[in-house]
C-alpha cells in the first residue's frame, strides 16, 4: 500500500512538471498582471497574532443568532457573540459568560452566575435581564427557534436572581445535565432590546471574542479582535476572514493553496491531503447517522429481522469508507463515547453471517432505504453489505434534502419504512425524548417503549454516579436489542490546519464549543 | 460541455444545394463513407458502446459491488482501477453506456423531431402560426436553462424517461428556430415556388422537398443536442439534483468522483472518456455524411 | 443594390417595431410561468431558514412573517405591482434588497461574460478558418476531434484542473474568484482569468465550428474563385470576402450566447466562488426565494430576448442569401 502510494506520488511530480513548464508562460502573463504578486487575499498586514482564514459555504437564510441553523451562519454569529457555557472536545463544560453554575438540592432549579463587567460589542454592559431575555425569546410561545426543542418540557422559566448577575433557571423536573443545554446552538446571548426575526448582519451585536467589521455577500466577511472581550488576554489573533466557497472541492483547492487556514477532515480531505504537510486538531465526536425502522411495518415489525441487519453490517469497514477513518465503530445505542456514562456489558456488534442466517430463518427480506444526498455514501454502502449477503434484497433511494425534510403529514425522513438521518450530539435522555418516545414528534421509527421511557426519567433525575451507570446500563441495553435504530458509527470530526497556524484549539469550531480562538496565532 | 443546453446551437449558415433524391446515388455514398477512416472509427466506437450497454449483465461484470480495495490504481485485476467504495471501474463504465444511450439518443431525437417539425411548419406557413410559435419558444428561451432544468426536474423527477422528456423540451425550442431560419432560406429558392406552382400539397413540399435539404442542418443539431443530452446527468448531479446512486451514468460519476482527481484520476478519466468517445464519434460521423451528401 | 439596402432597413424597421411590443408580452409570460412552476420545485423558504429541527407551526409562522403565504395571485400581484415602480422586494435569502442584488451580479456577469469572449472570439477565428483551408484533411480532423473532446469535459473538471496548476501548484491566482470584485480593474481580470477561459472553453468548440464552415463555404463560393482568378492577393482575399462571410454565422452564435452566459454559467460561478447572476438563480430557485427568482428572470430573459433579436438583425443585415420582406421578419 506505502508503496503503491509512494509510486503515485513520482507519478504526479512528472506530470506536475510536465503541466508546470506547459502552462508556464500563461502563469507569466497572469502574474503579470498582479500587483501584489501574492494571491492571498488576507496577506494584508499580519499584526500580533494574525490573520486566521476559514472557508465556509455563504448562508442562504437571514441570519439571526436565534434561528441560524446551516453551520456557515453559525460560525458567522458564534465568531461575534457568545452564550453561557461551552464544551470542550472531551465534552466537559467550560465556563465562558457564566463564571458558574449550581443545582438547588432538589434539583428542580440552577442558579447561573456571570462574570462581572461583560460588555456587549456596542459598550452596553451584558447582565442578567439579558440573558433572561435571550432565553425566553428562544423558547418564548411565539419563537421560531429550532434551539427551543432542547427546552420543552424541560424548562419551565427564567427569571434574574435575588444577586446581581445571577440567573435563574426553574425547571419542570430535575434535570442533571441541564448546564449542557446551554451549550447548544441558537444559545448566545443577545441584548435584551434584541429581536428575534431581525437581521442581524445589519447591527451584528455581541459579546463574543471578534467583532464583525464587513460582510460582503457572495464573498467573505472580515472581523477583527474584539478588546472588550472578558479574555481579550487570551485572544492572540488580530483578525479573522471567513471566506465564501460554493463548492466543496473548491475549499479544498483554496486550502491546498494556502487561501485559508483550515479544512474539515473528511474522507475526500483525507484521500486528498499529505496529512504529514500540515497540523490537525485532536478529533470530537460531532454525530451519528443513524439508520431508523418503522417497526410497525412489515418487515420491521418483527425485532429479529431489525437485529439480522444490525449485525450483517460490517462497521469497520463502514468506518473506513464512509467517514474515511473519522469515526469509531458504535453499538445501536446513543451514548457518545465522550460522554460521562458509558454502558457497560453490551458485546459489541460486528458482522456475525451465521447470526444473520439464523435471524433471517431462510426468508429473504426485501427494502428500500431513503435518505437525503448527504448521507447517500453510507446508503451506498450498507446497500452494497447487505446485498452481498444472502436474504437481503436492498434498493436505494436519495432526495435532496429539500424533498427528504419536506414539510407535511407524509415527510420522507419520519414516514419511509427505512431512512437514514444524521442527529447531532445530545445527551443520551434527549435522544429518547426526541426520537424513541412514543408519539415524538421526531419518531421515525414509530418506536414506542414505556419502559425506556421510564428507565430515562429517572436517569435525569439520578444525580449519584453509580446509579446513573445502572440506569445507562439498562438503558443501552434494551436500545441495542430492540434496534429501533441501527448507530453503525459515531462520527468524529478534526480539523486540518496550516503550519503556520500555532496553538490547539478547545473545541471544534461548532456551536456546542461556542467558537474558541483562544491561545490560537498564525504566523503567516 | 458548457452548454448544458445548446439553447439555440447556431443559427447554422451551412449552405446546402437542393439534394436530389436519387435513389441511385445512395450505394456510391455508402461506399465513400465507407472509405473514410474517421467515419468507420466513429461507427464501430458507437457499436461498442451499445454492445457495452447490451451486453455487461451477460458476461457477469458487477458495476454495484464492492470488489476490491478503496481508490485502488488500475492492475490486471481491475484495468481501470476502483472507486472510493472500491467499485470496479473498468464495470462502471460499461455499465454507465446503458443510461448515455438512452438519454442522449432519444432525447436528441425527441428534440430534434419535435423541434424540426415546429420549425418546418413555422418557416412555410409564416404568418400567425409562425409568430405564435416563435413567441412561445421565446418563453422557453428567456427562461435561464439552468432554471428551467431545476423547475423540470421538480415536476417530473429524475427517471430516465423523464430525462428523454426533459432534453426534448429543453432542445427543441433552439433547434425550431435554427430550422425556421433554415427553411425560410428555402423558401426563396425555385424548386419550392416550381412546387408551389404545380399545385402539390402542403405536406408534401414540406416533408419531401423541403425537409431532404434541410436534413443537413437537422442533422447537426442533433448530433450537438446528442452531446449536451449526455451532459445534463453531469449538470443536475453538479447541482445537487439527479443524483441516484448507485447508478453508474457517466456524467454522475464524473461529478461524484472529481473531488478524487488528484488521489485517483482513473474514477474520473476513464467516464470522461466514454463521454468524450460518445461524443466526437457521434459529431464525426454527422460531419462525414454532411460532406458526402454536398 | 439601393433595392436591397431600402428592403433591408424596411425589415429592420419592422422587425424592431414588432419586437418591441412582443418582448414585453413574452416577459410578461414568463414572469406568470416561473411564479408558477416554482410551486413544483420542493421545499418550503420557512423549512430553508430555520433548519429541519424547527417545529411545523415554526415553519408556518416564519412564512407568514415573510410574507411567503397567501395565494399565488396575490403574491403575484403584489410582486408584479413594485417591479414596475422599481421596488423588486427583499430577498429571502440574502436579506437585502432584490433590485441592488441583481444589479449588482448582472454586472459581474457581463464582465465575466464579456471576457470571455474577447479570449474565445479571436481563438475560435484562427482555429476555425485555418480548418476551412485544411477541410478533410487530417489537421483538420484532429482539430475538431481535439476541440469536441475538450467540449465533452465538464466544465468542473476543467475547472478544477486549472485551479491545481494555477492555484494549488503555481500560486498566481486565488481559488476564490470573488477576491478580485472589489479590487482594481487589472487585479479583477487577472482573478477572473481562470473562470473566463473556462467559460470559453465550453462554447470554443461550437462557435470554431460555425466559423469554419462559414468560412469552408466563402473560399468555395463563386465570388471567391472570381477573386482568386483576378488575381487579388491572398490576404485582400481573407480581409475582404473570407472574414465577412465567417463572421456573418460567428456574429448570431455571439448573439444567442451572450444571453446563455447570464443564465448558463451557474458552474463556473459556483467551482470560482464568482458572483454572478446564475448562480444567484439556482440559489433562488433552490430556496424558493421567488422575488429574488422572478427579477432575476426578468433580466436574464430581457437580455436573451434582446440578444435573440441581436442575432436576428445580424441575419437581416449580414446574410446574403436571405431576401427577407418585412412580412418574414417576425
Redesign the interface.
Known sequence: MINTRSRHRHRHRAV?LA??AS?AS??LV??A????G????SSSSAAAGGTYTIGVSEP????DPE?V??SGAMLIVGLASEGLISQDSKGTLEPRLASSWAASSDGLTWTITLRDGLKFSNGDPLGAADVVATFNSITGP?????G??SFEGVLKSVAAGSTPNTVVFTLDSPFSDFPYLLTGSNTTIQPASYKQ?T?W?DNPVGAGQFLLQKY?????VTYIKNPDYWDAADVKLSAITV?????E??QL??F????IDQINDSATVASTLNLADYRQTAPSYTHFDGLFFDVTQAPFDDVSVRQAVAWALDRKAIVQSVYGGQATVANDNEYFPNFSVQPTGIPQRDQDLDKVKQLLGGKTVKFTITTSTDHKTLAEVVQQQLNAIPGFDVDIQVL????Y???GSSTP?LNAPVTITDWAQRLPSQFVNLIFKSGA??NASKYSNPQLENLSSQYDAAAAAPEKQTLANQIATIENNDVAAIVPAFATGSSVLQKSVQGDFAAPLDFPGGFDFRGISNSK | ???????????????QGPVTDDAGERPSRIRSLLKRP?FVISVLIIVWWVVAALGWQIVGLEPYAKTGDLLASPDWAHPFGTDNLGRDMFARVVAGAGPALLVGPLGALLATVVGGTLGLVAGYY?GAV??LM??FF??I???????FL??LV??FGISTAALILIVGILFAPGIARIIR?AT??EM?KSYVTAAKLQGEKDSRILFRELLPNILPTLVIQAT?SL?AA??IT??LS???LGEQPPSADW?LA??EN?IY??TAWWT?VFP?IG??SL??AA??IA?NIR?VSR | MTTTSVERRTALLGLLGKRVV?IP???L??SI??FW??Q?????PG??????????A??T??NH?NGVDGSLVTQYLHWIGGFFVGDWGQS?????PVRE?VLE?LGNSLLLGLYAFVIMVPVAIALGSAQAYR??KRSD?AI??GL??L???????VG??L??????????????S??G??G?F??R??VM?LPAVV?A???LA?LT??VR??TS?AITSQFHRTAVIKGLSSATIVRRHVIRNAL??TL??LG?YL??L????????????Y?GL??????A???KDVLL?ES??MI???V??LA?LF?DIC?VLM?P???FNA??T?
Request: aromatic letters at 6%; one cysteine or more; charged letters at 15%.
Open positions: 506536475r503541466l508546470a502552462v500563461f502563469a497572469l502574474s498582471c498582479s500587483s501584489s501574492s494571491a492571498s487575499p442562504t437564510s437571514t441570519i434561528t441553523s446551516a411565539d419563537s421560531q427557534s429550532a427551543a426543542s426575526g437581521n448582519i460582503t455577500p457572495g464573498q467573505s471566506n465564501f466557497y460554493a463548492d472541492q473548491a483547492l483554496a491546498q493553496s494556502g487561501e435532496t434534502s429539500a424533498q425534510y419536506a414539510d425522513w414528534v421526531w | 460541455m458548457t452548454a448544458t443546453i445548446p439553447r439555440s446551437a447556431a443559427p447554422t449558415a451551412e449552405k474517421s409564416r409562425d409568430t416563435m413567441r421565446d418563453v428561451l428567456a427562461l435561464p436553462s439552468l432554471i431545476i423547475v421538480g415536476a431560419a425560410l432560406v426563396g450537438l452531446a449526455v451532459f453531469a449538470s453538479f447541482l445537487g456524467g464524473i461529478n472529481r482527481l488528484q474520473v470522461a463521454v468524450a461524443v466526437v459529431n464525426l460531419d460532406e | 412582443q408580452v413574452v416577459l409570460v414568463v410561468l416561473t412552476l416554482l413544483v420545485v420542493p421545499g418550503n423549512r430553508n431558514a430555520l433548519g429541519q429541527y424547527a417545529t411545523a415554526q415553519v409562522a416564519w412573517d429571502l435569502v440574502y436579506s437585502t442584488l451580479r477541410e478533410g480532423r475538431t476531434v469536441l473532446s467540449s465533452a469535459i465538464p466544465e468542473f473538471v478544477v484542473v485551479l491545481l496548476v494555477f492555484a494549488v501548484w503555481l500560486r498566481v491566482v486565488p481559488v476564490q470573488a477576491a470584485a472589489s482594481d487589472f487585479d481580470l487577472r482569468t467559460l472553453l465550453g462554447y461550437v465550428r460555425m464552415s462559414g463555404e456573418v454565422p448570431s452564435v444567442i444571453g446563455t447570464l443564465g448558463g454559467s451557474v458552474i463556473v460561478e459556483t467551482l470560482f466562488s458572483p446564475g448562480a444567484l438563480m439556482v440559489t430557485a433552490d430556496r427568482l432575476g428572470v436574464t430573459g430581457a436573451s430576448l435573440l442575432t441575419f446574410d442569401r436571405i431576401r412580412r418574414e417576425n
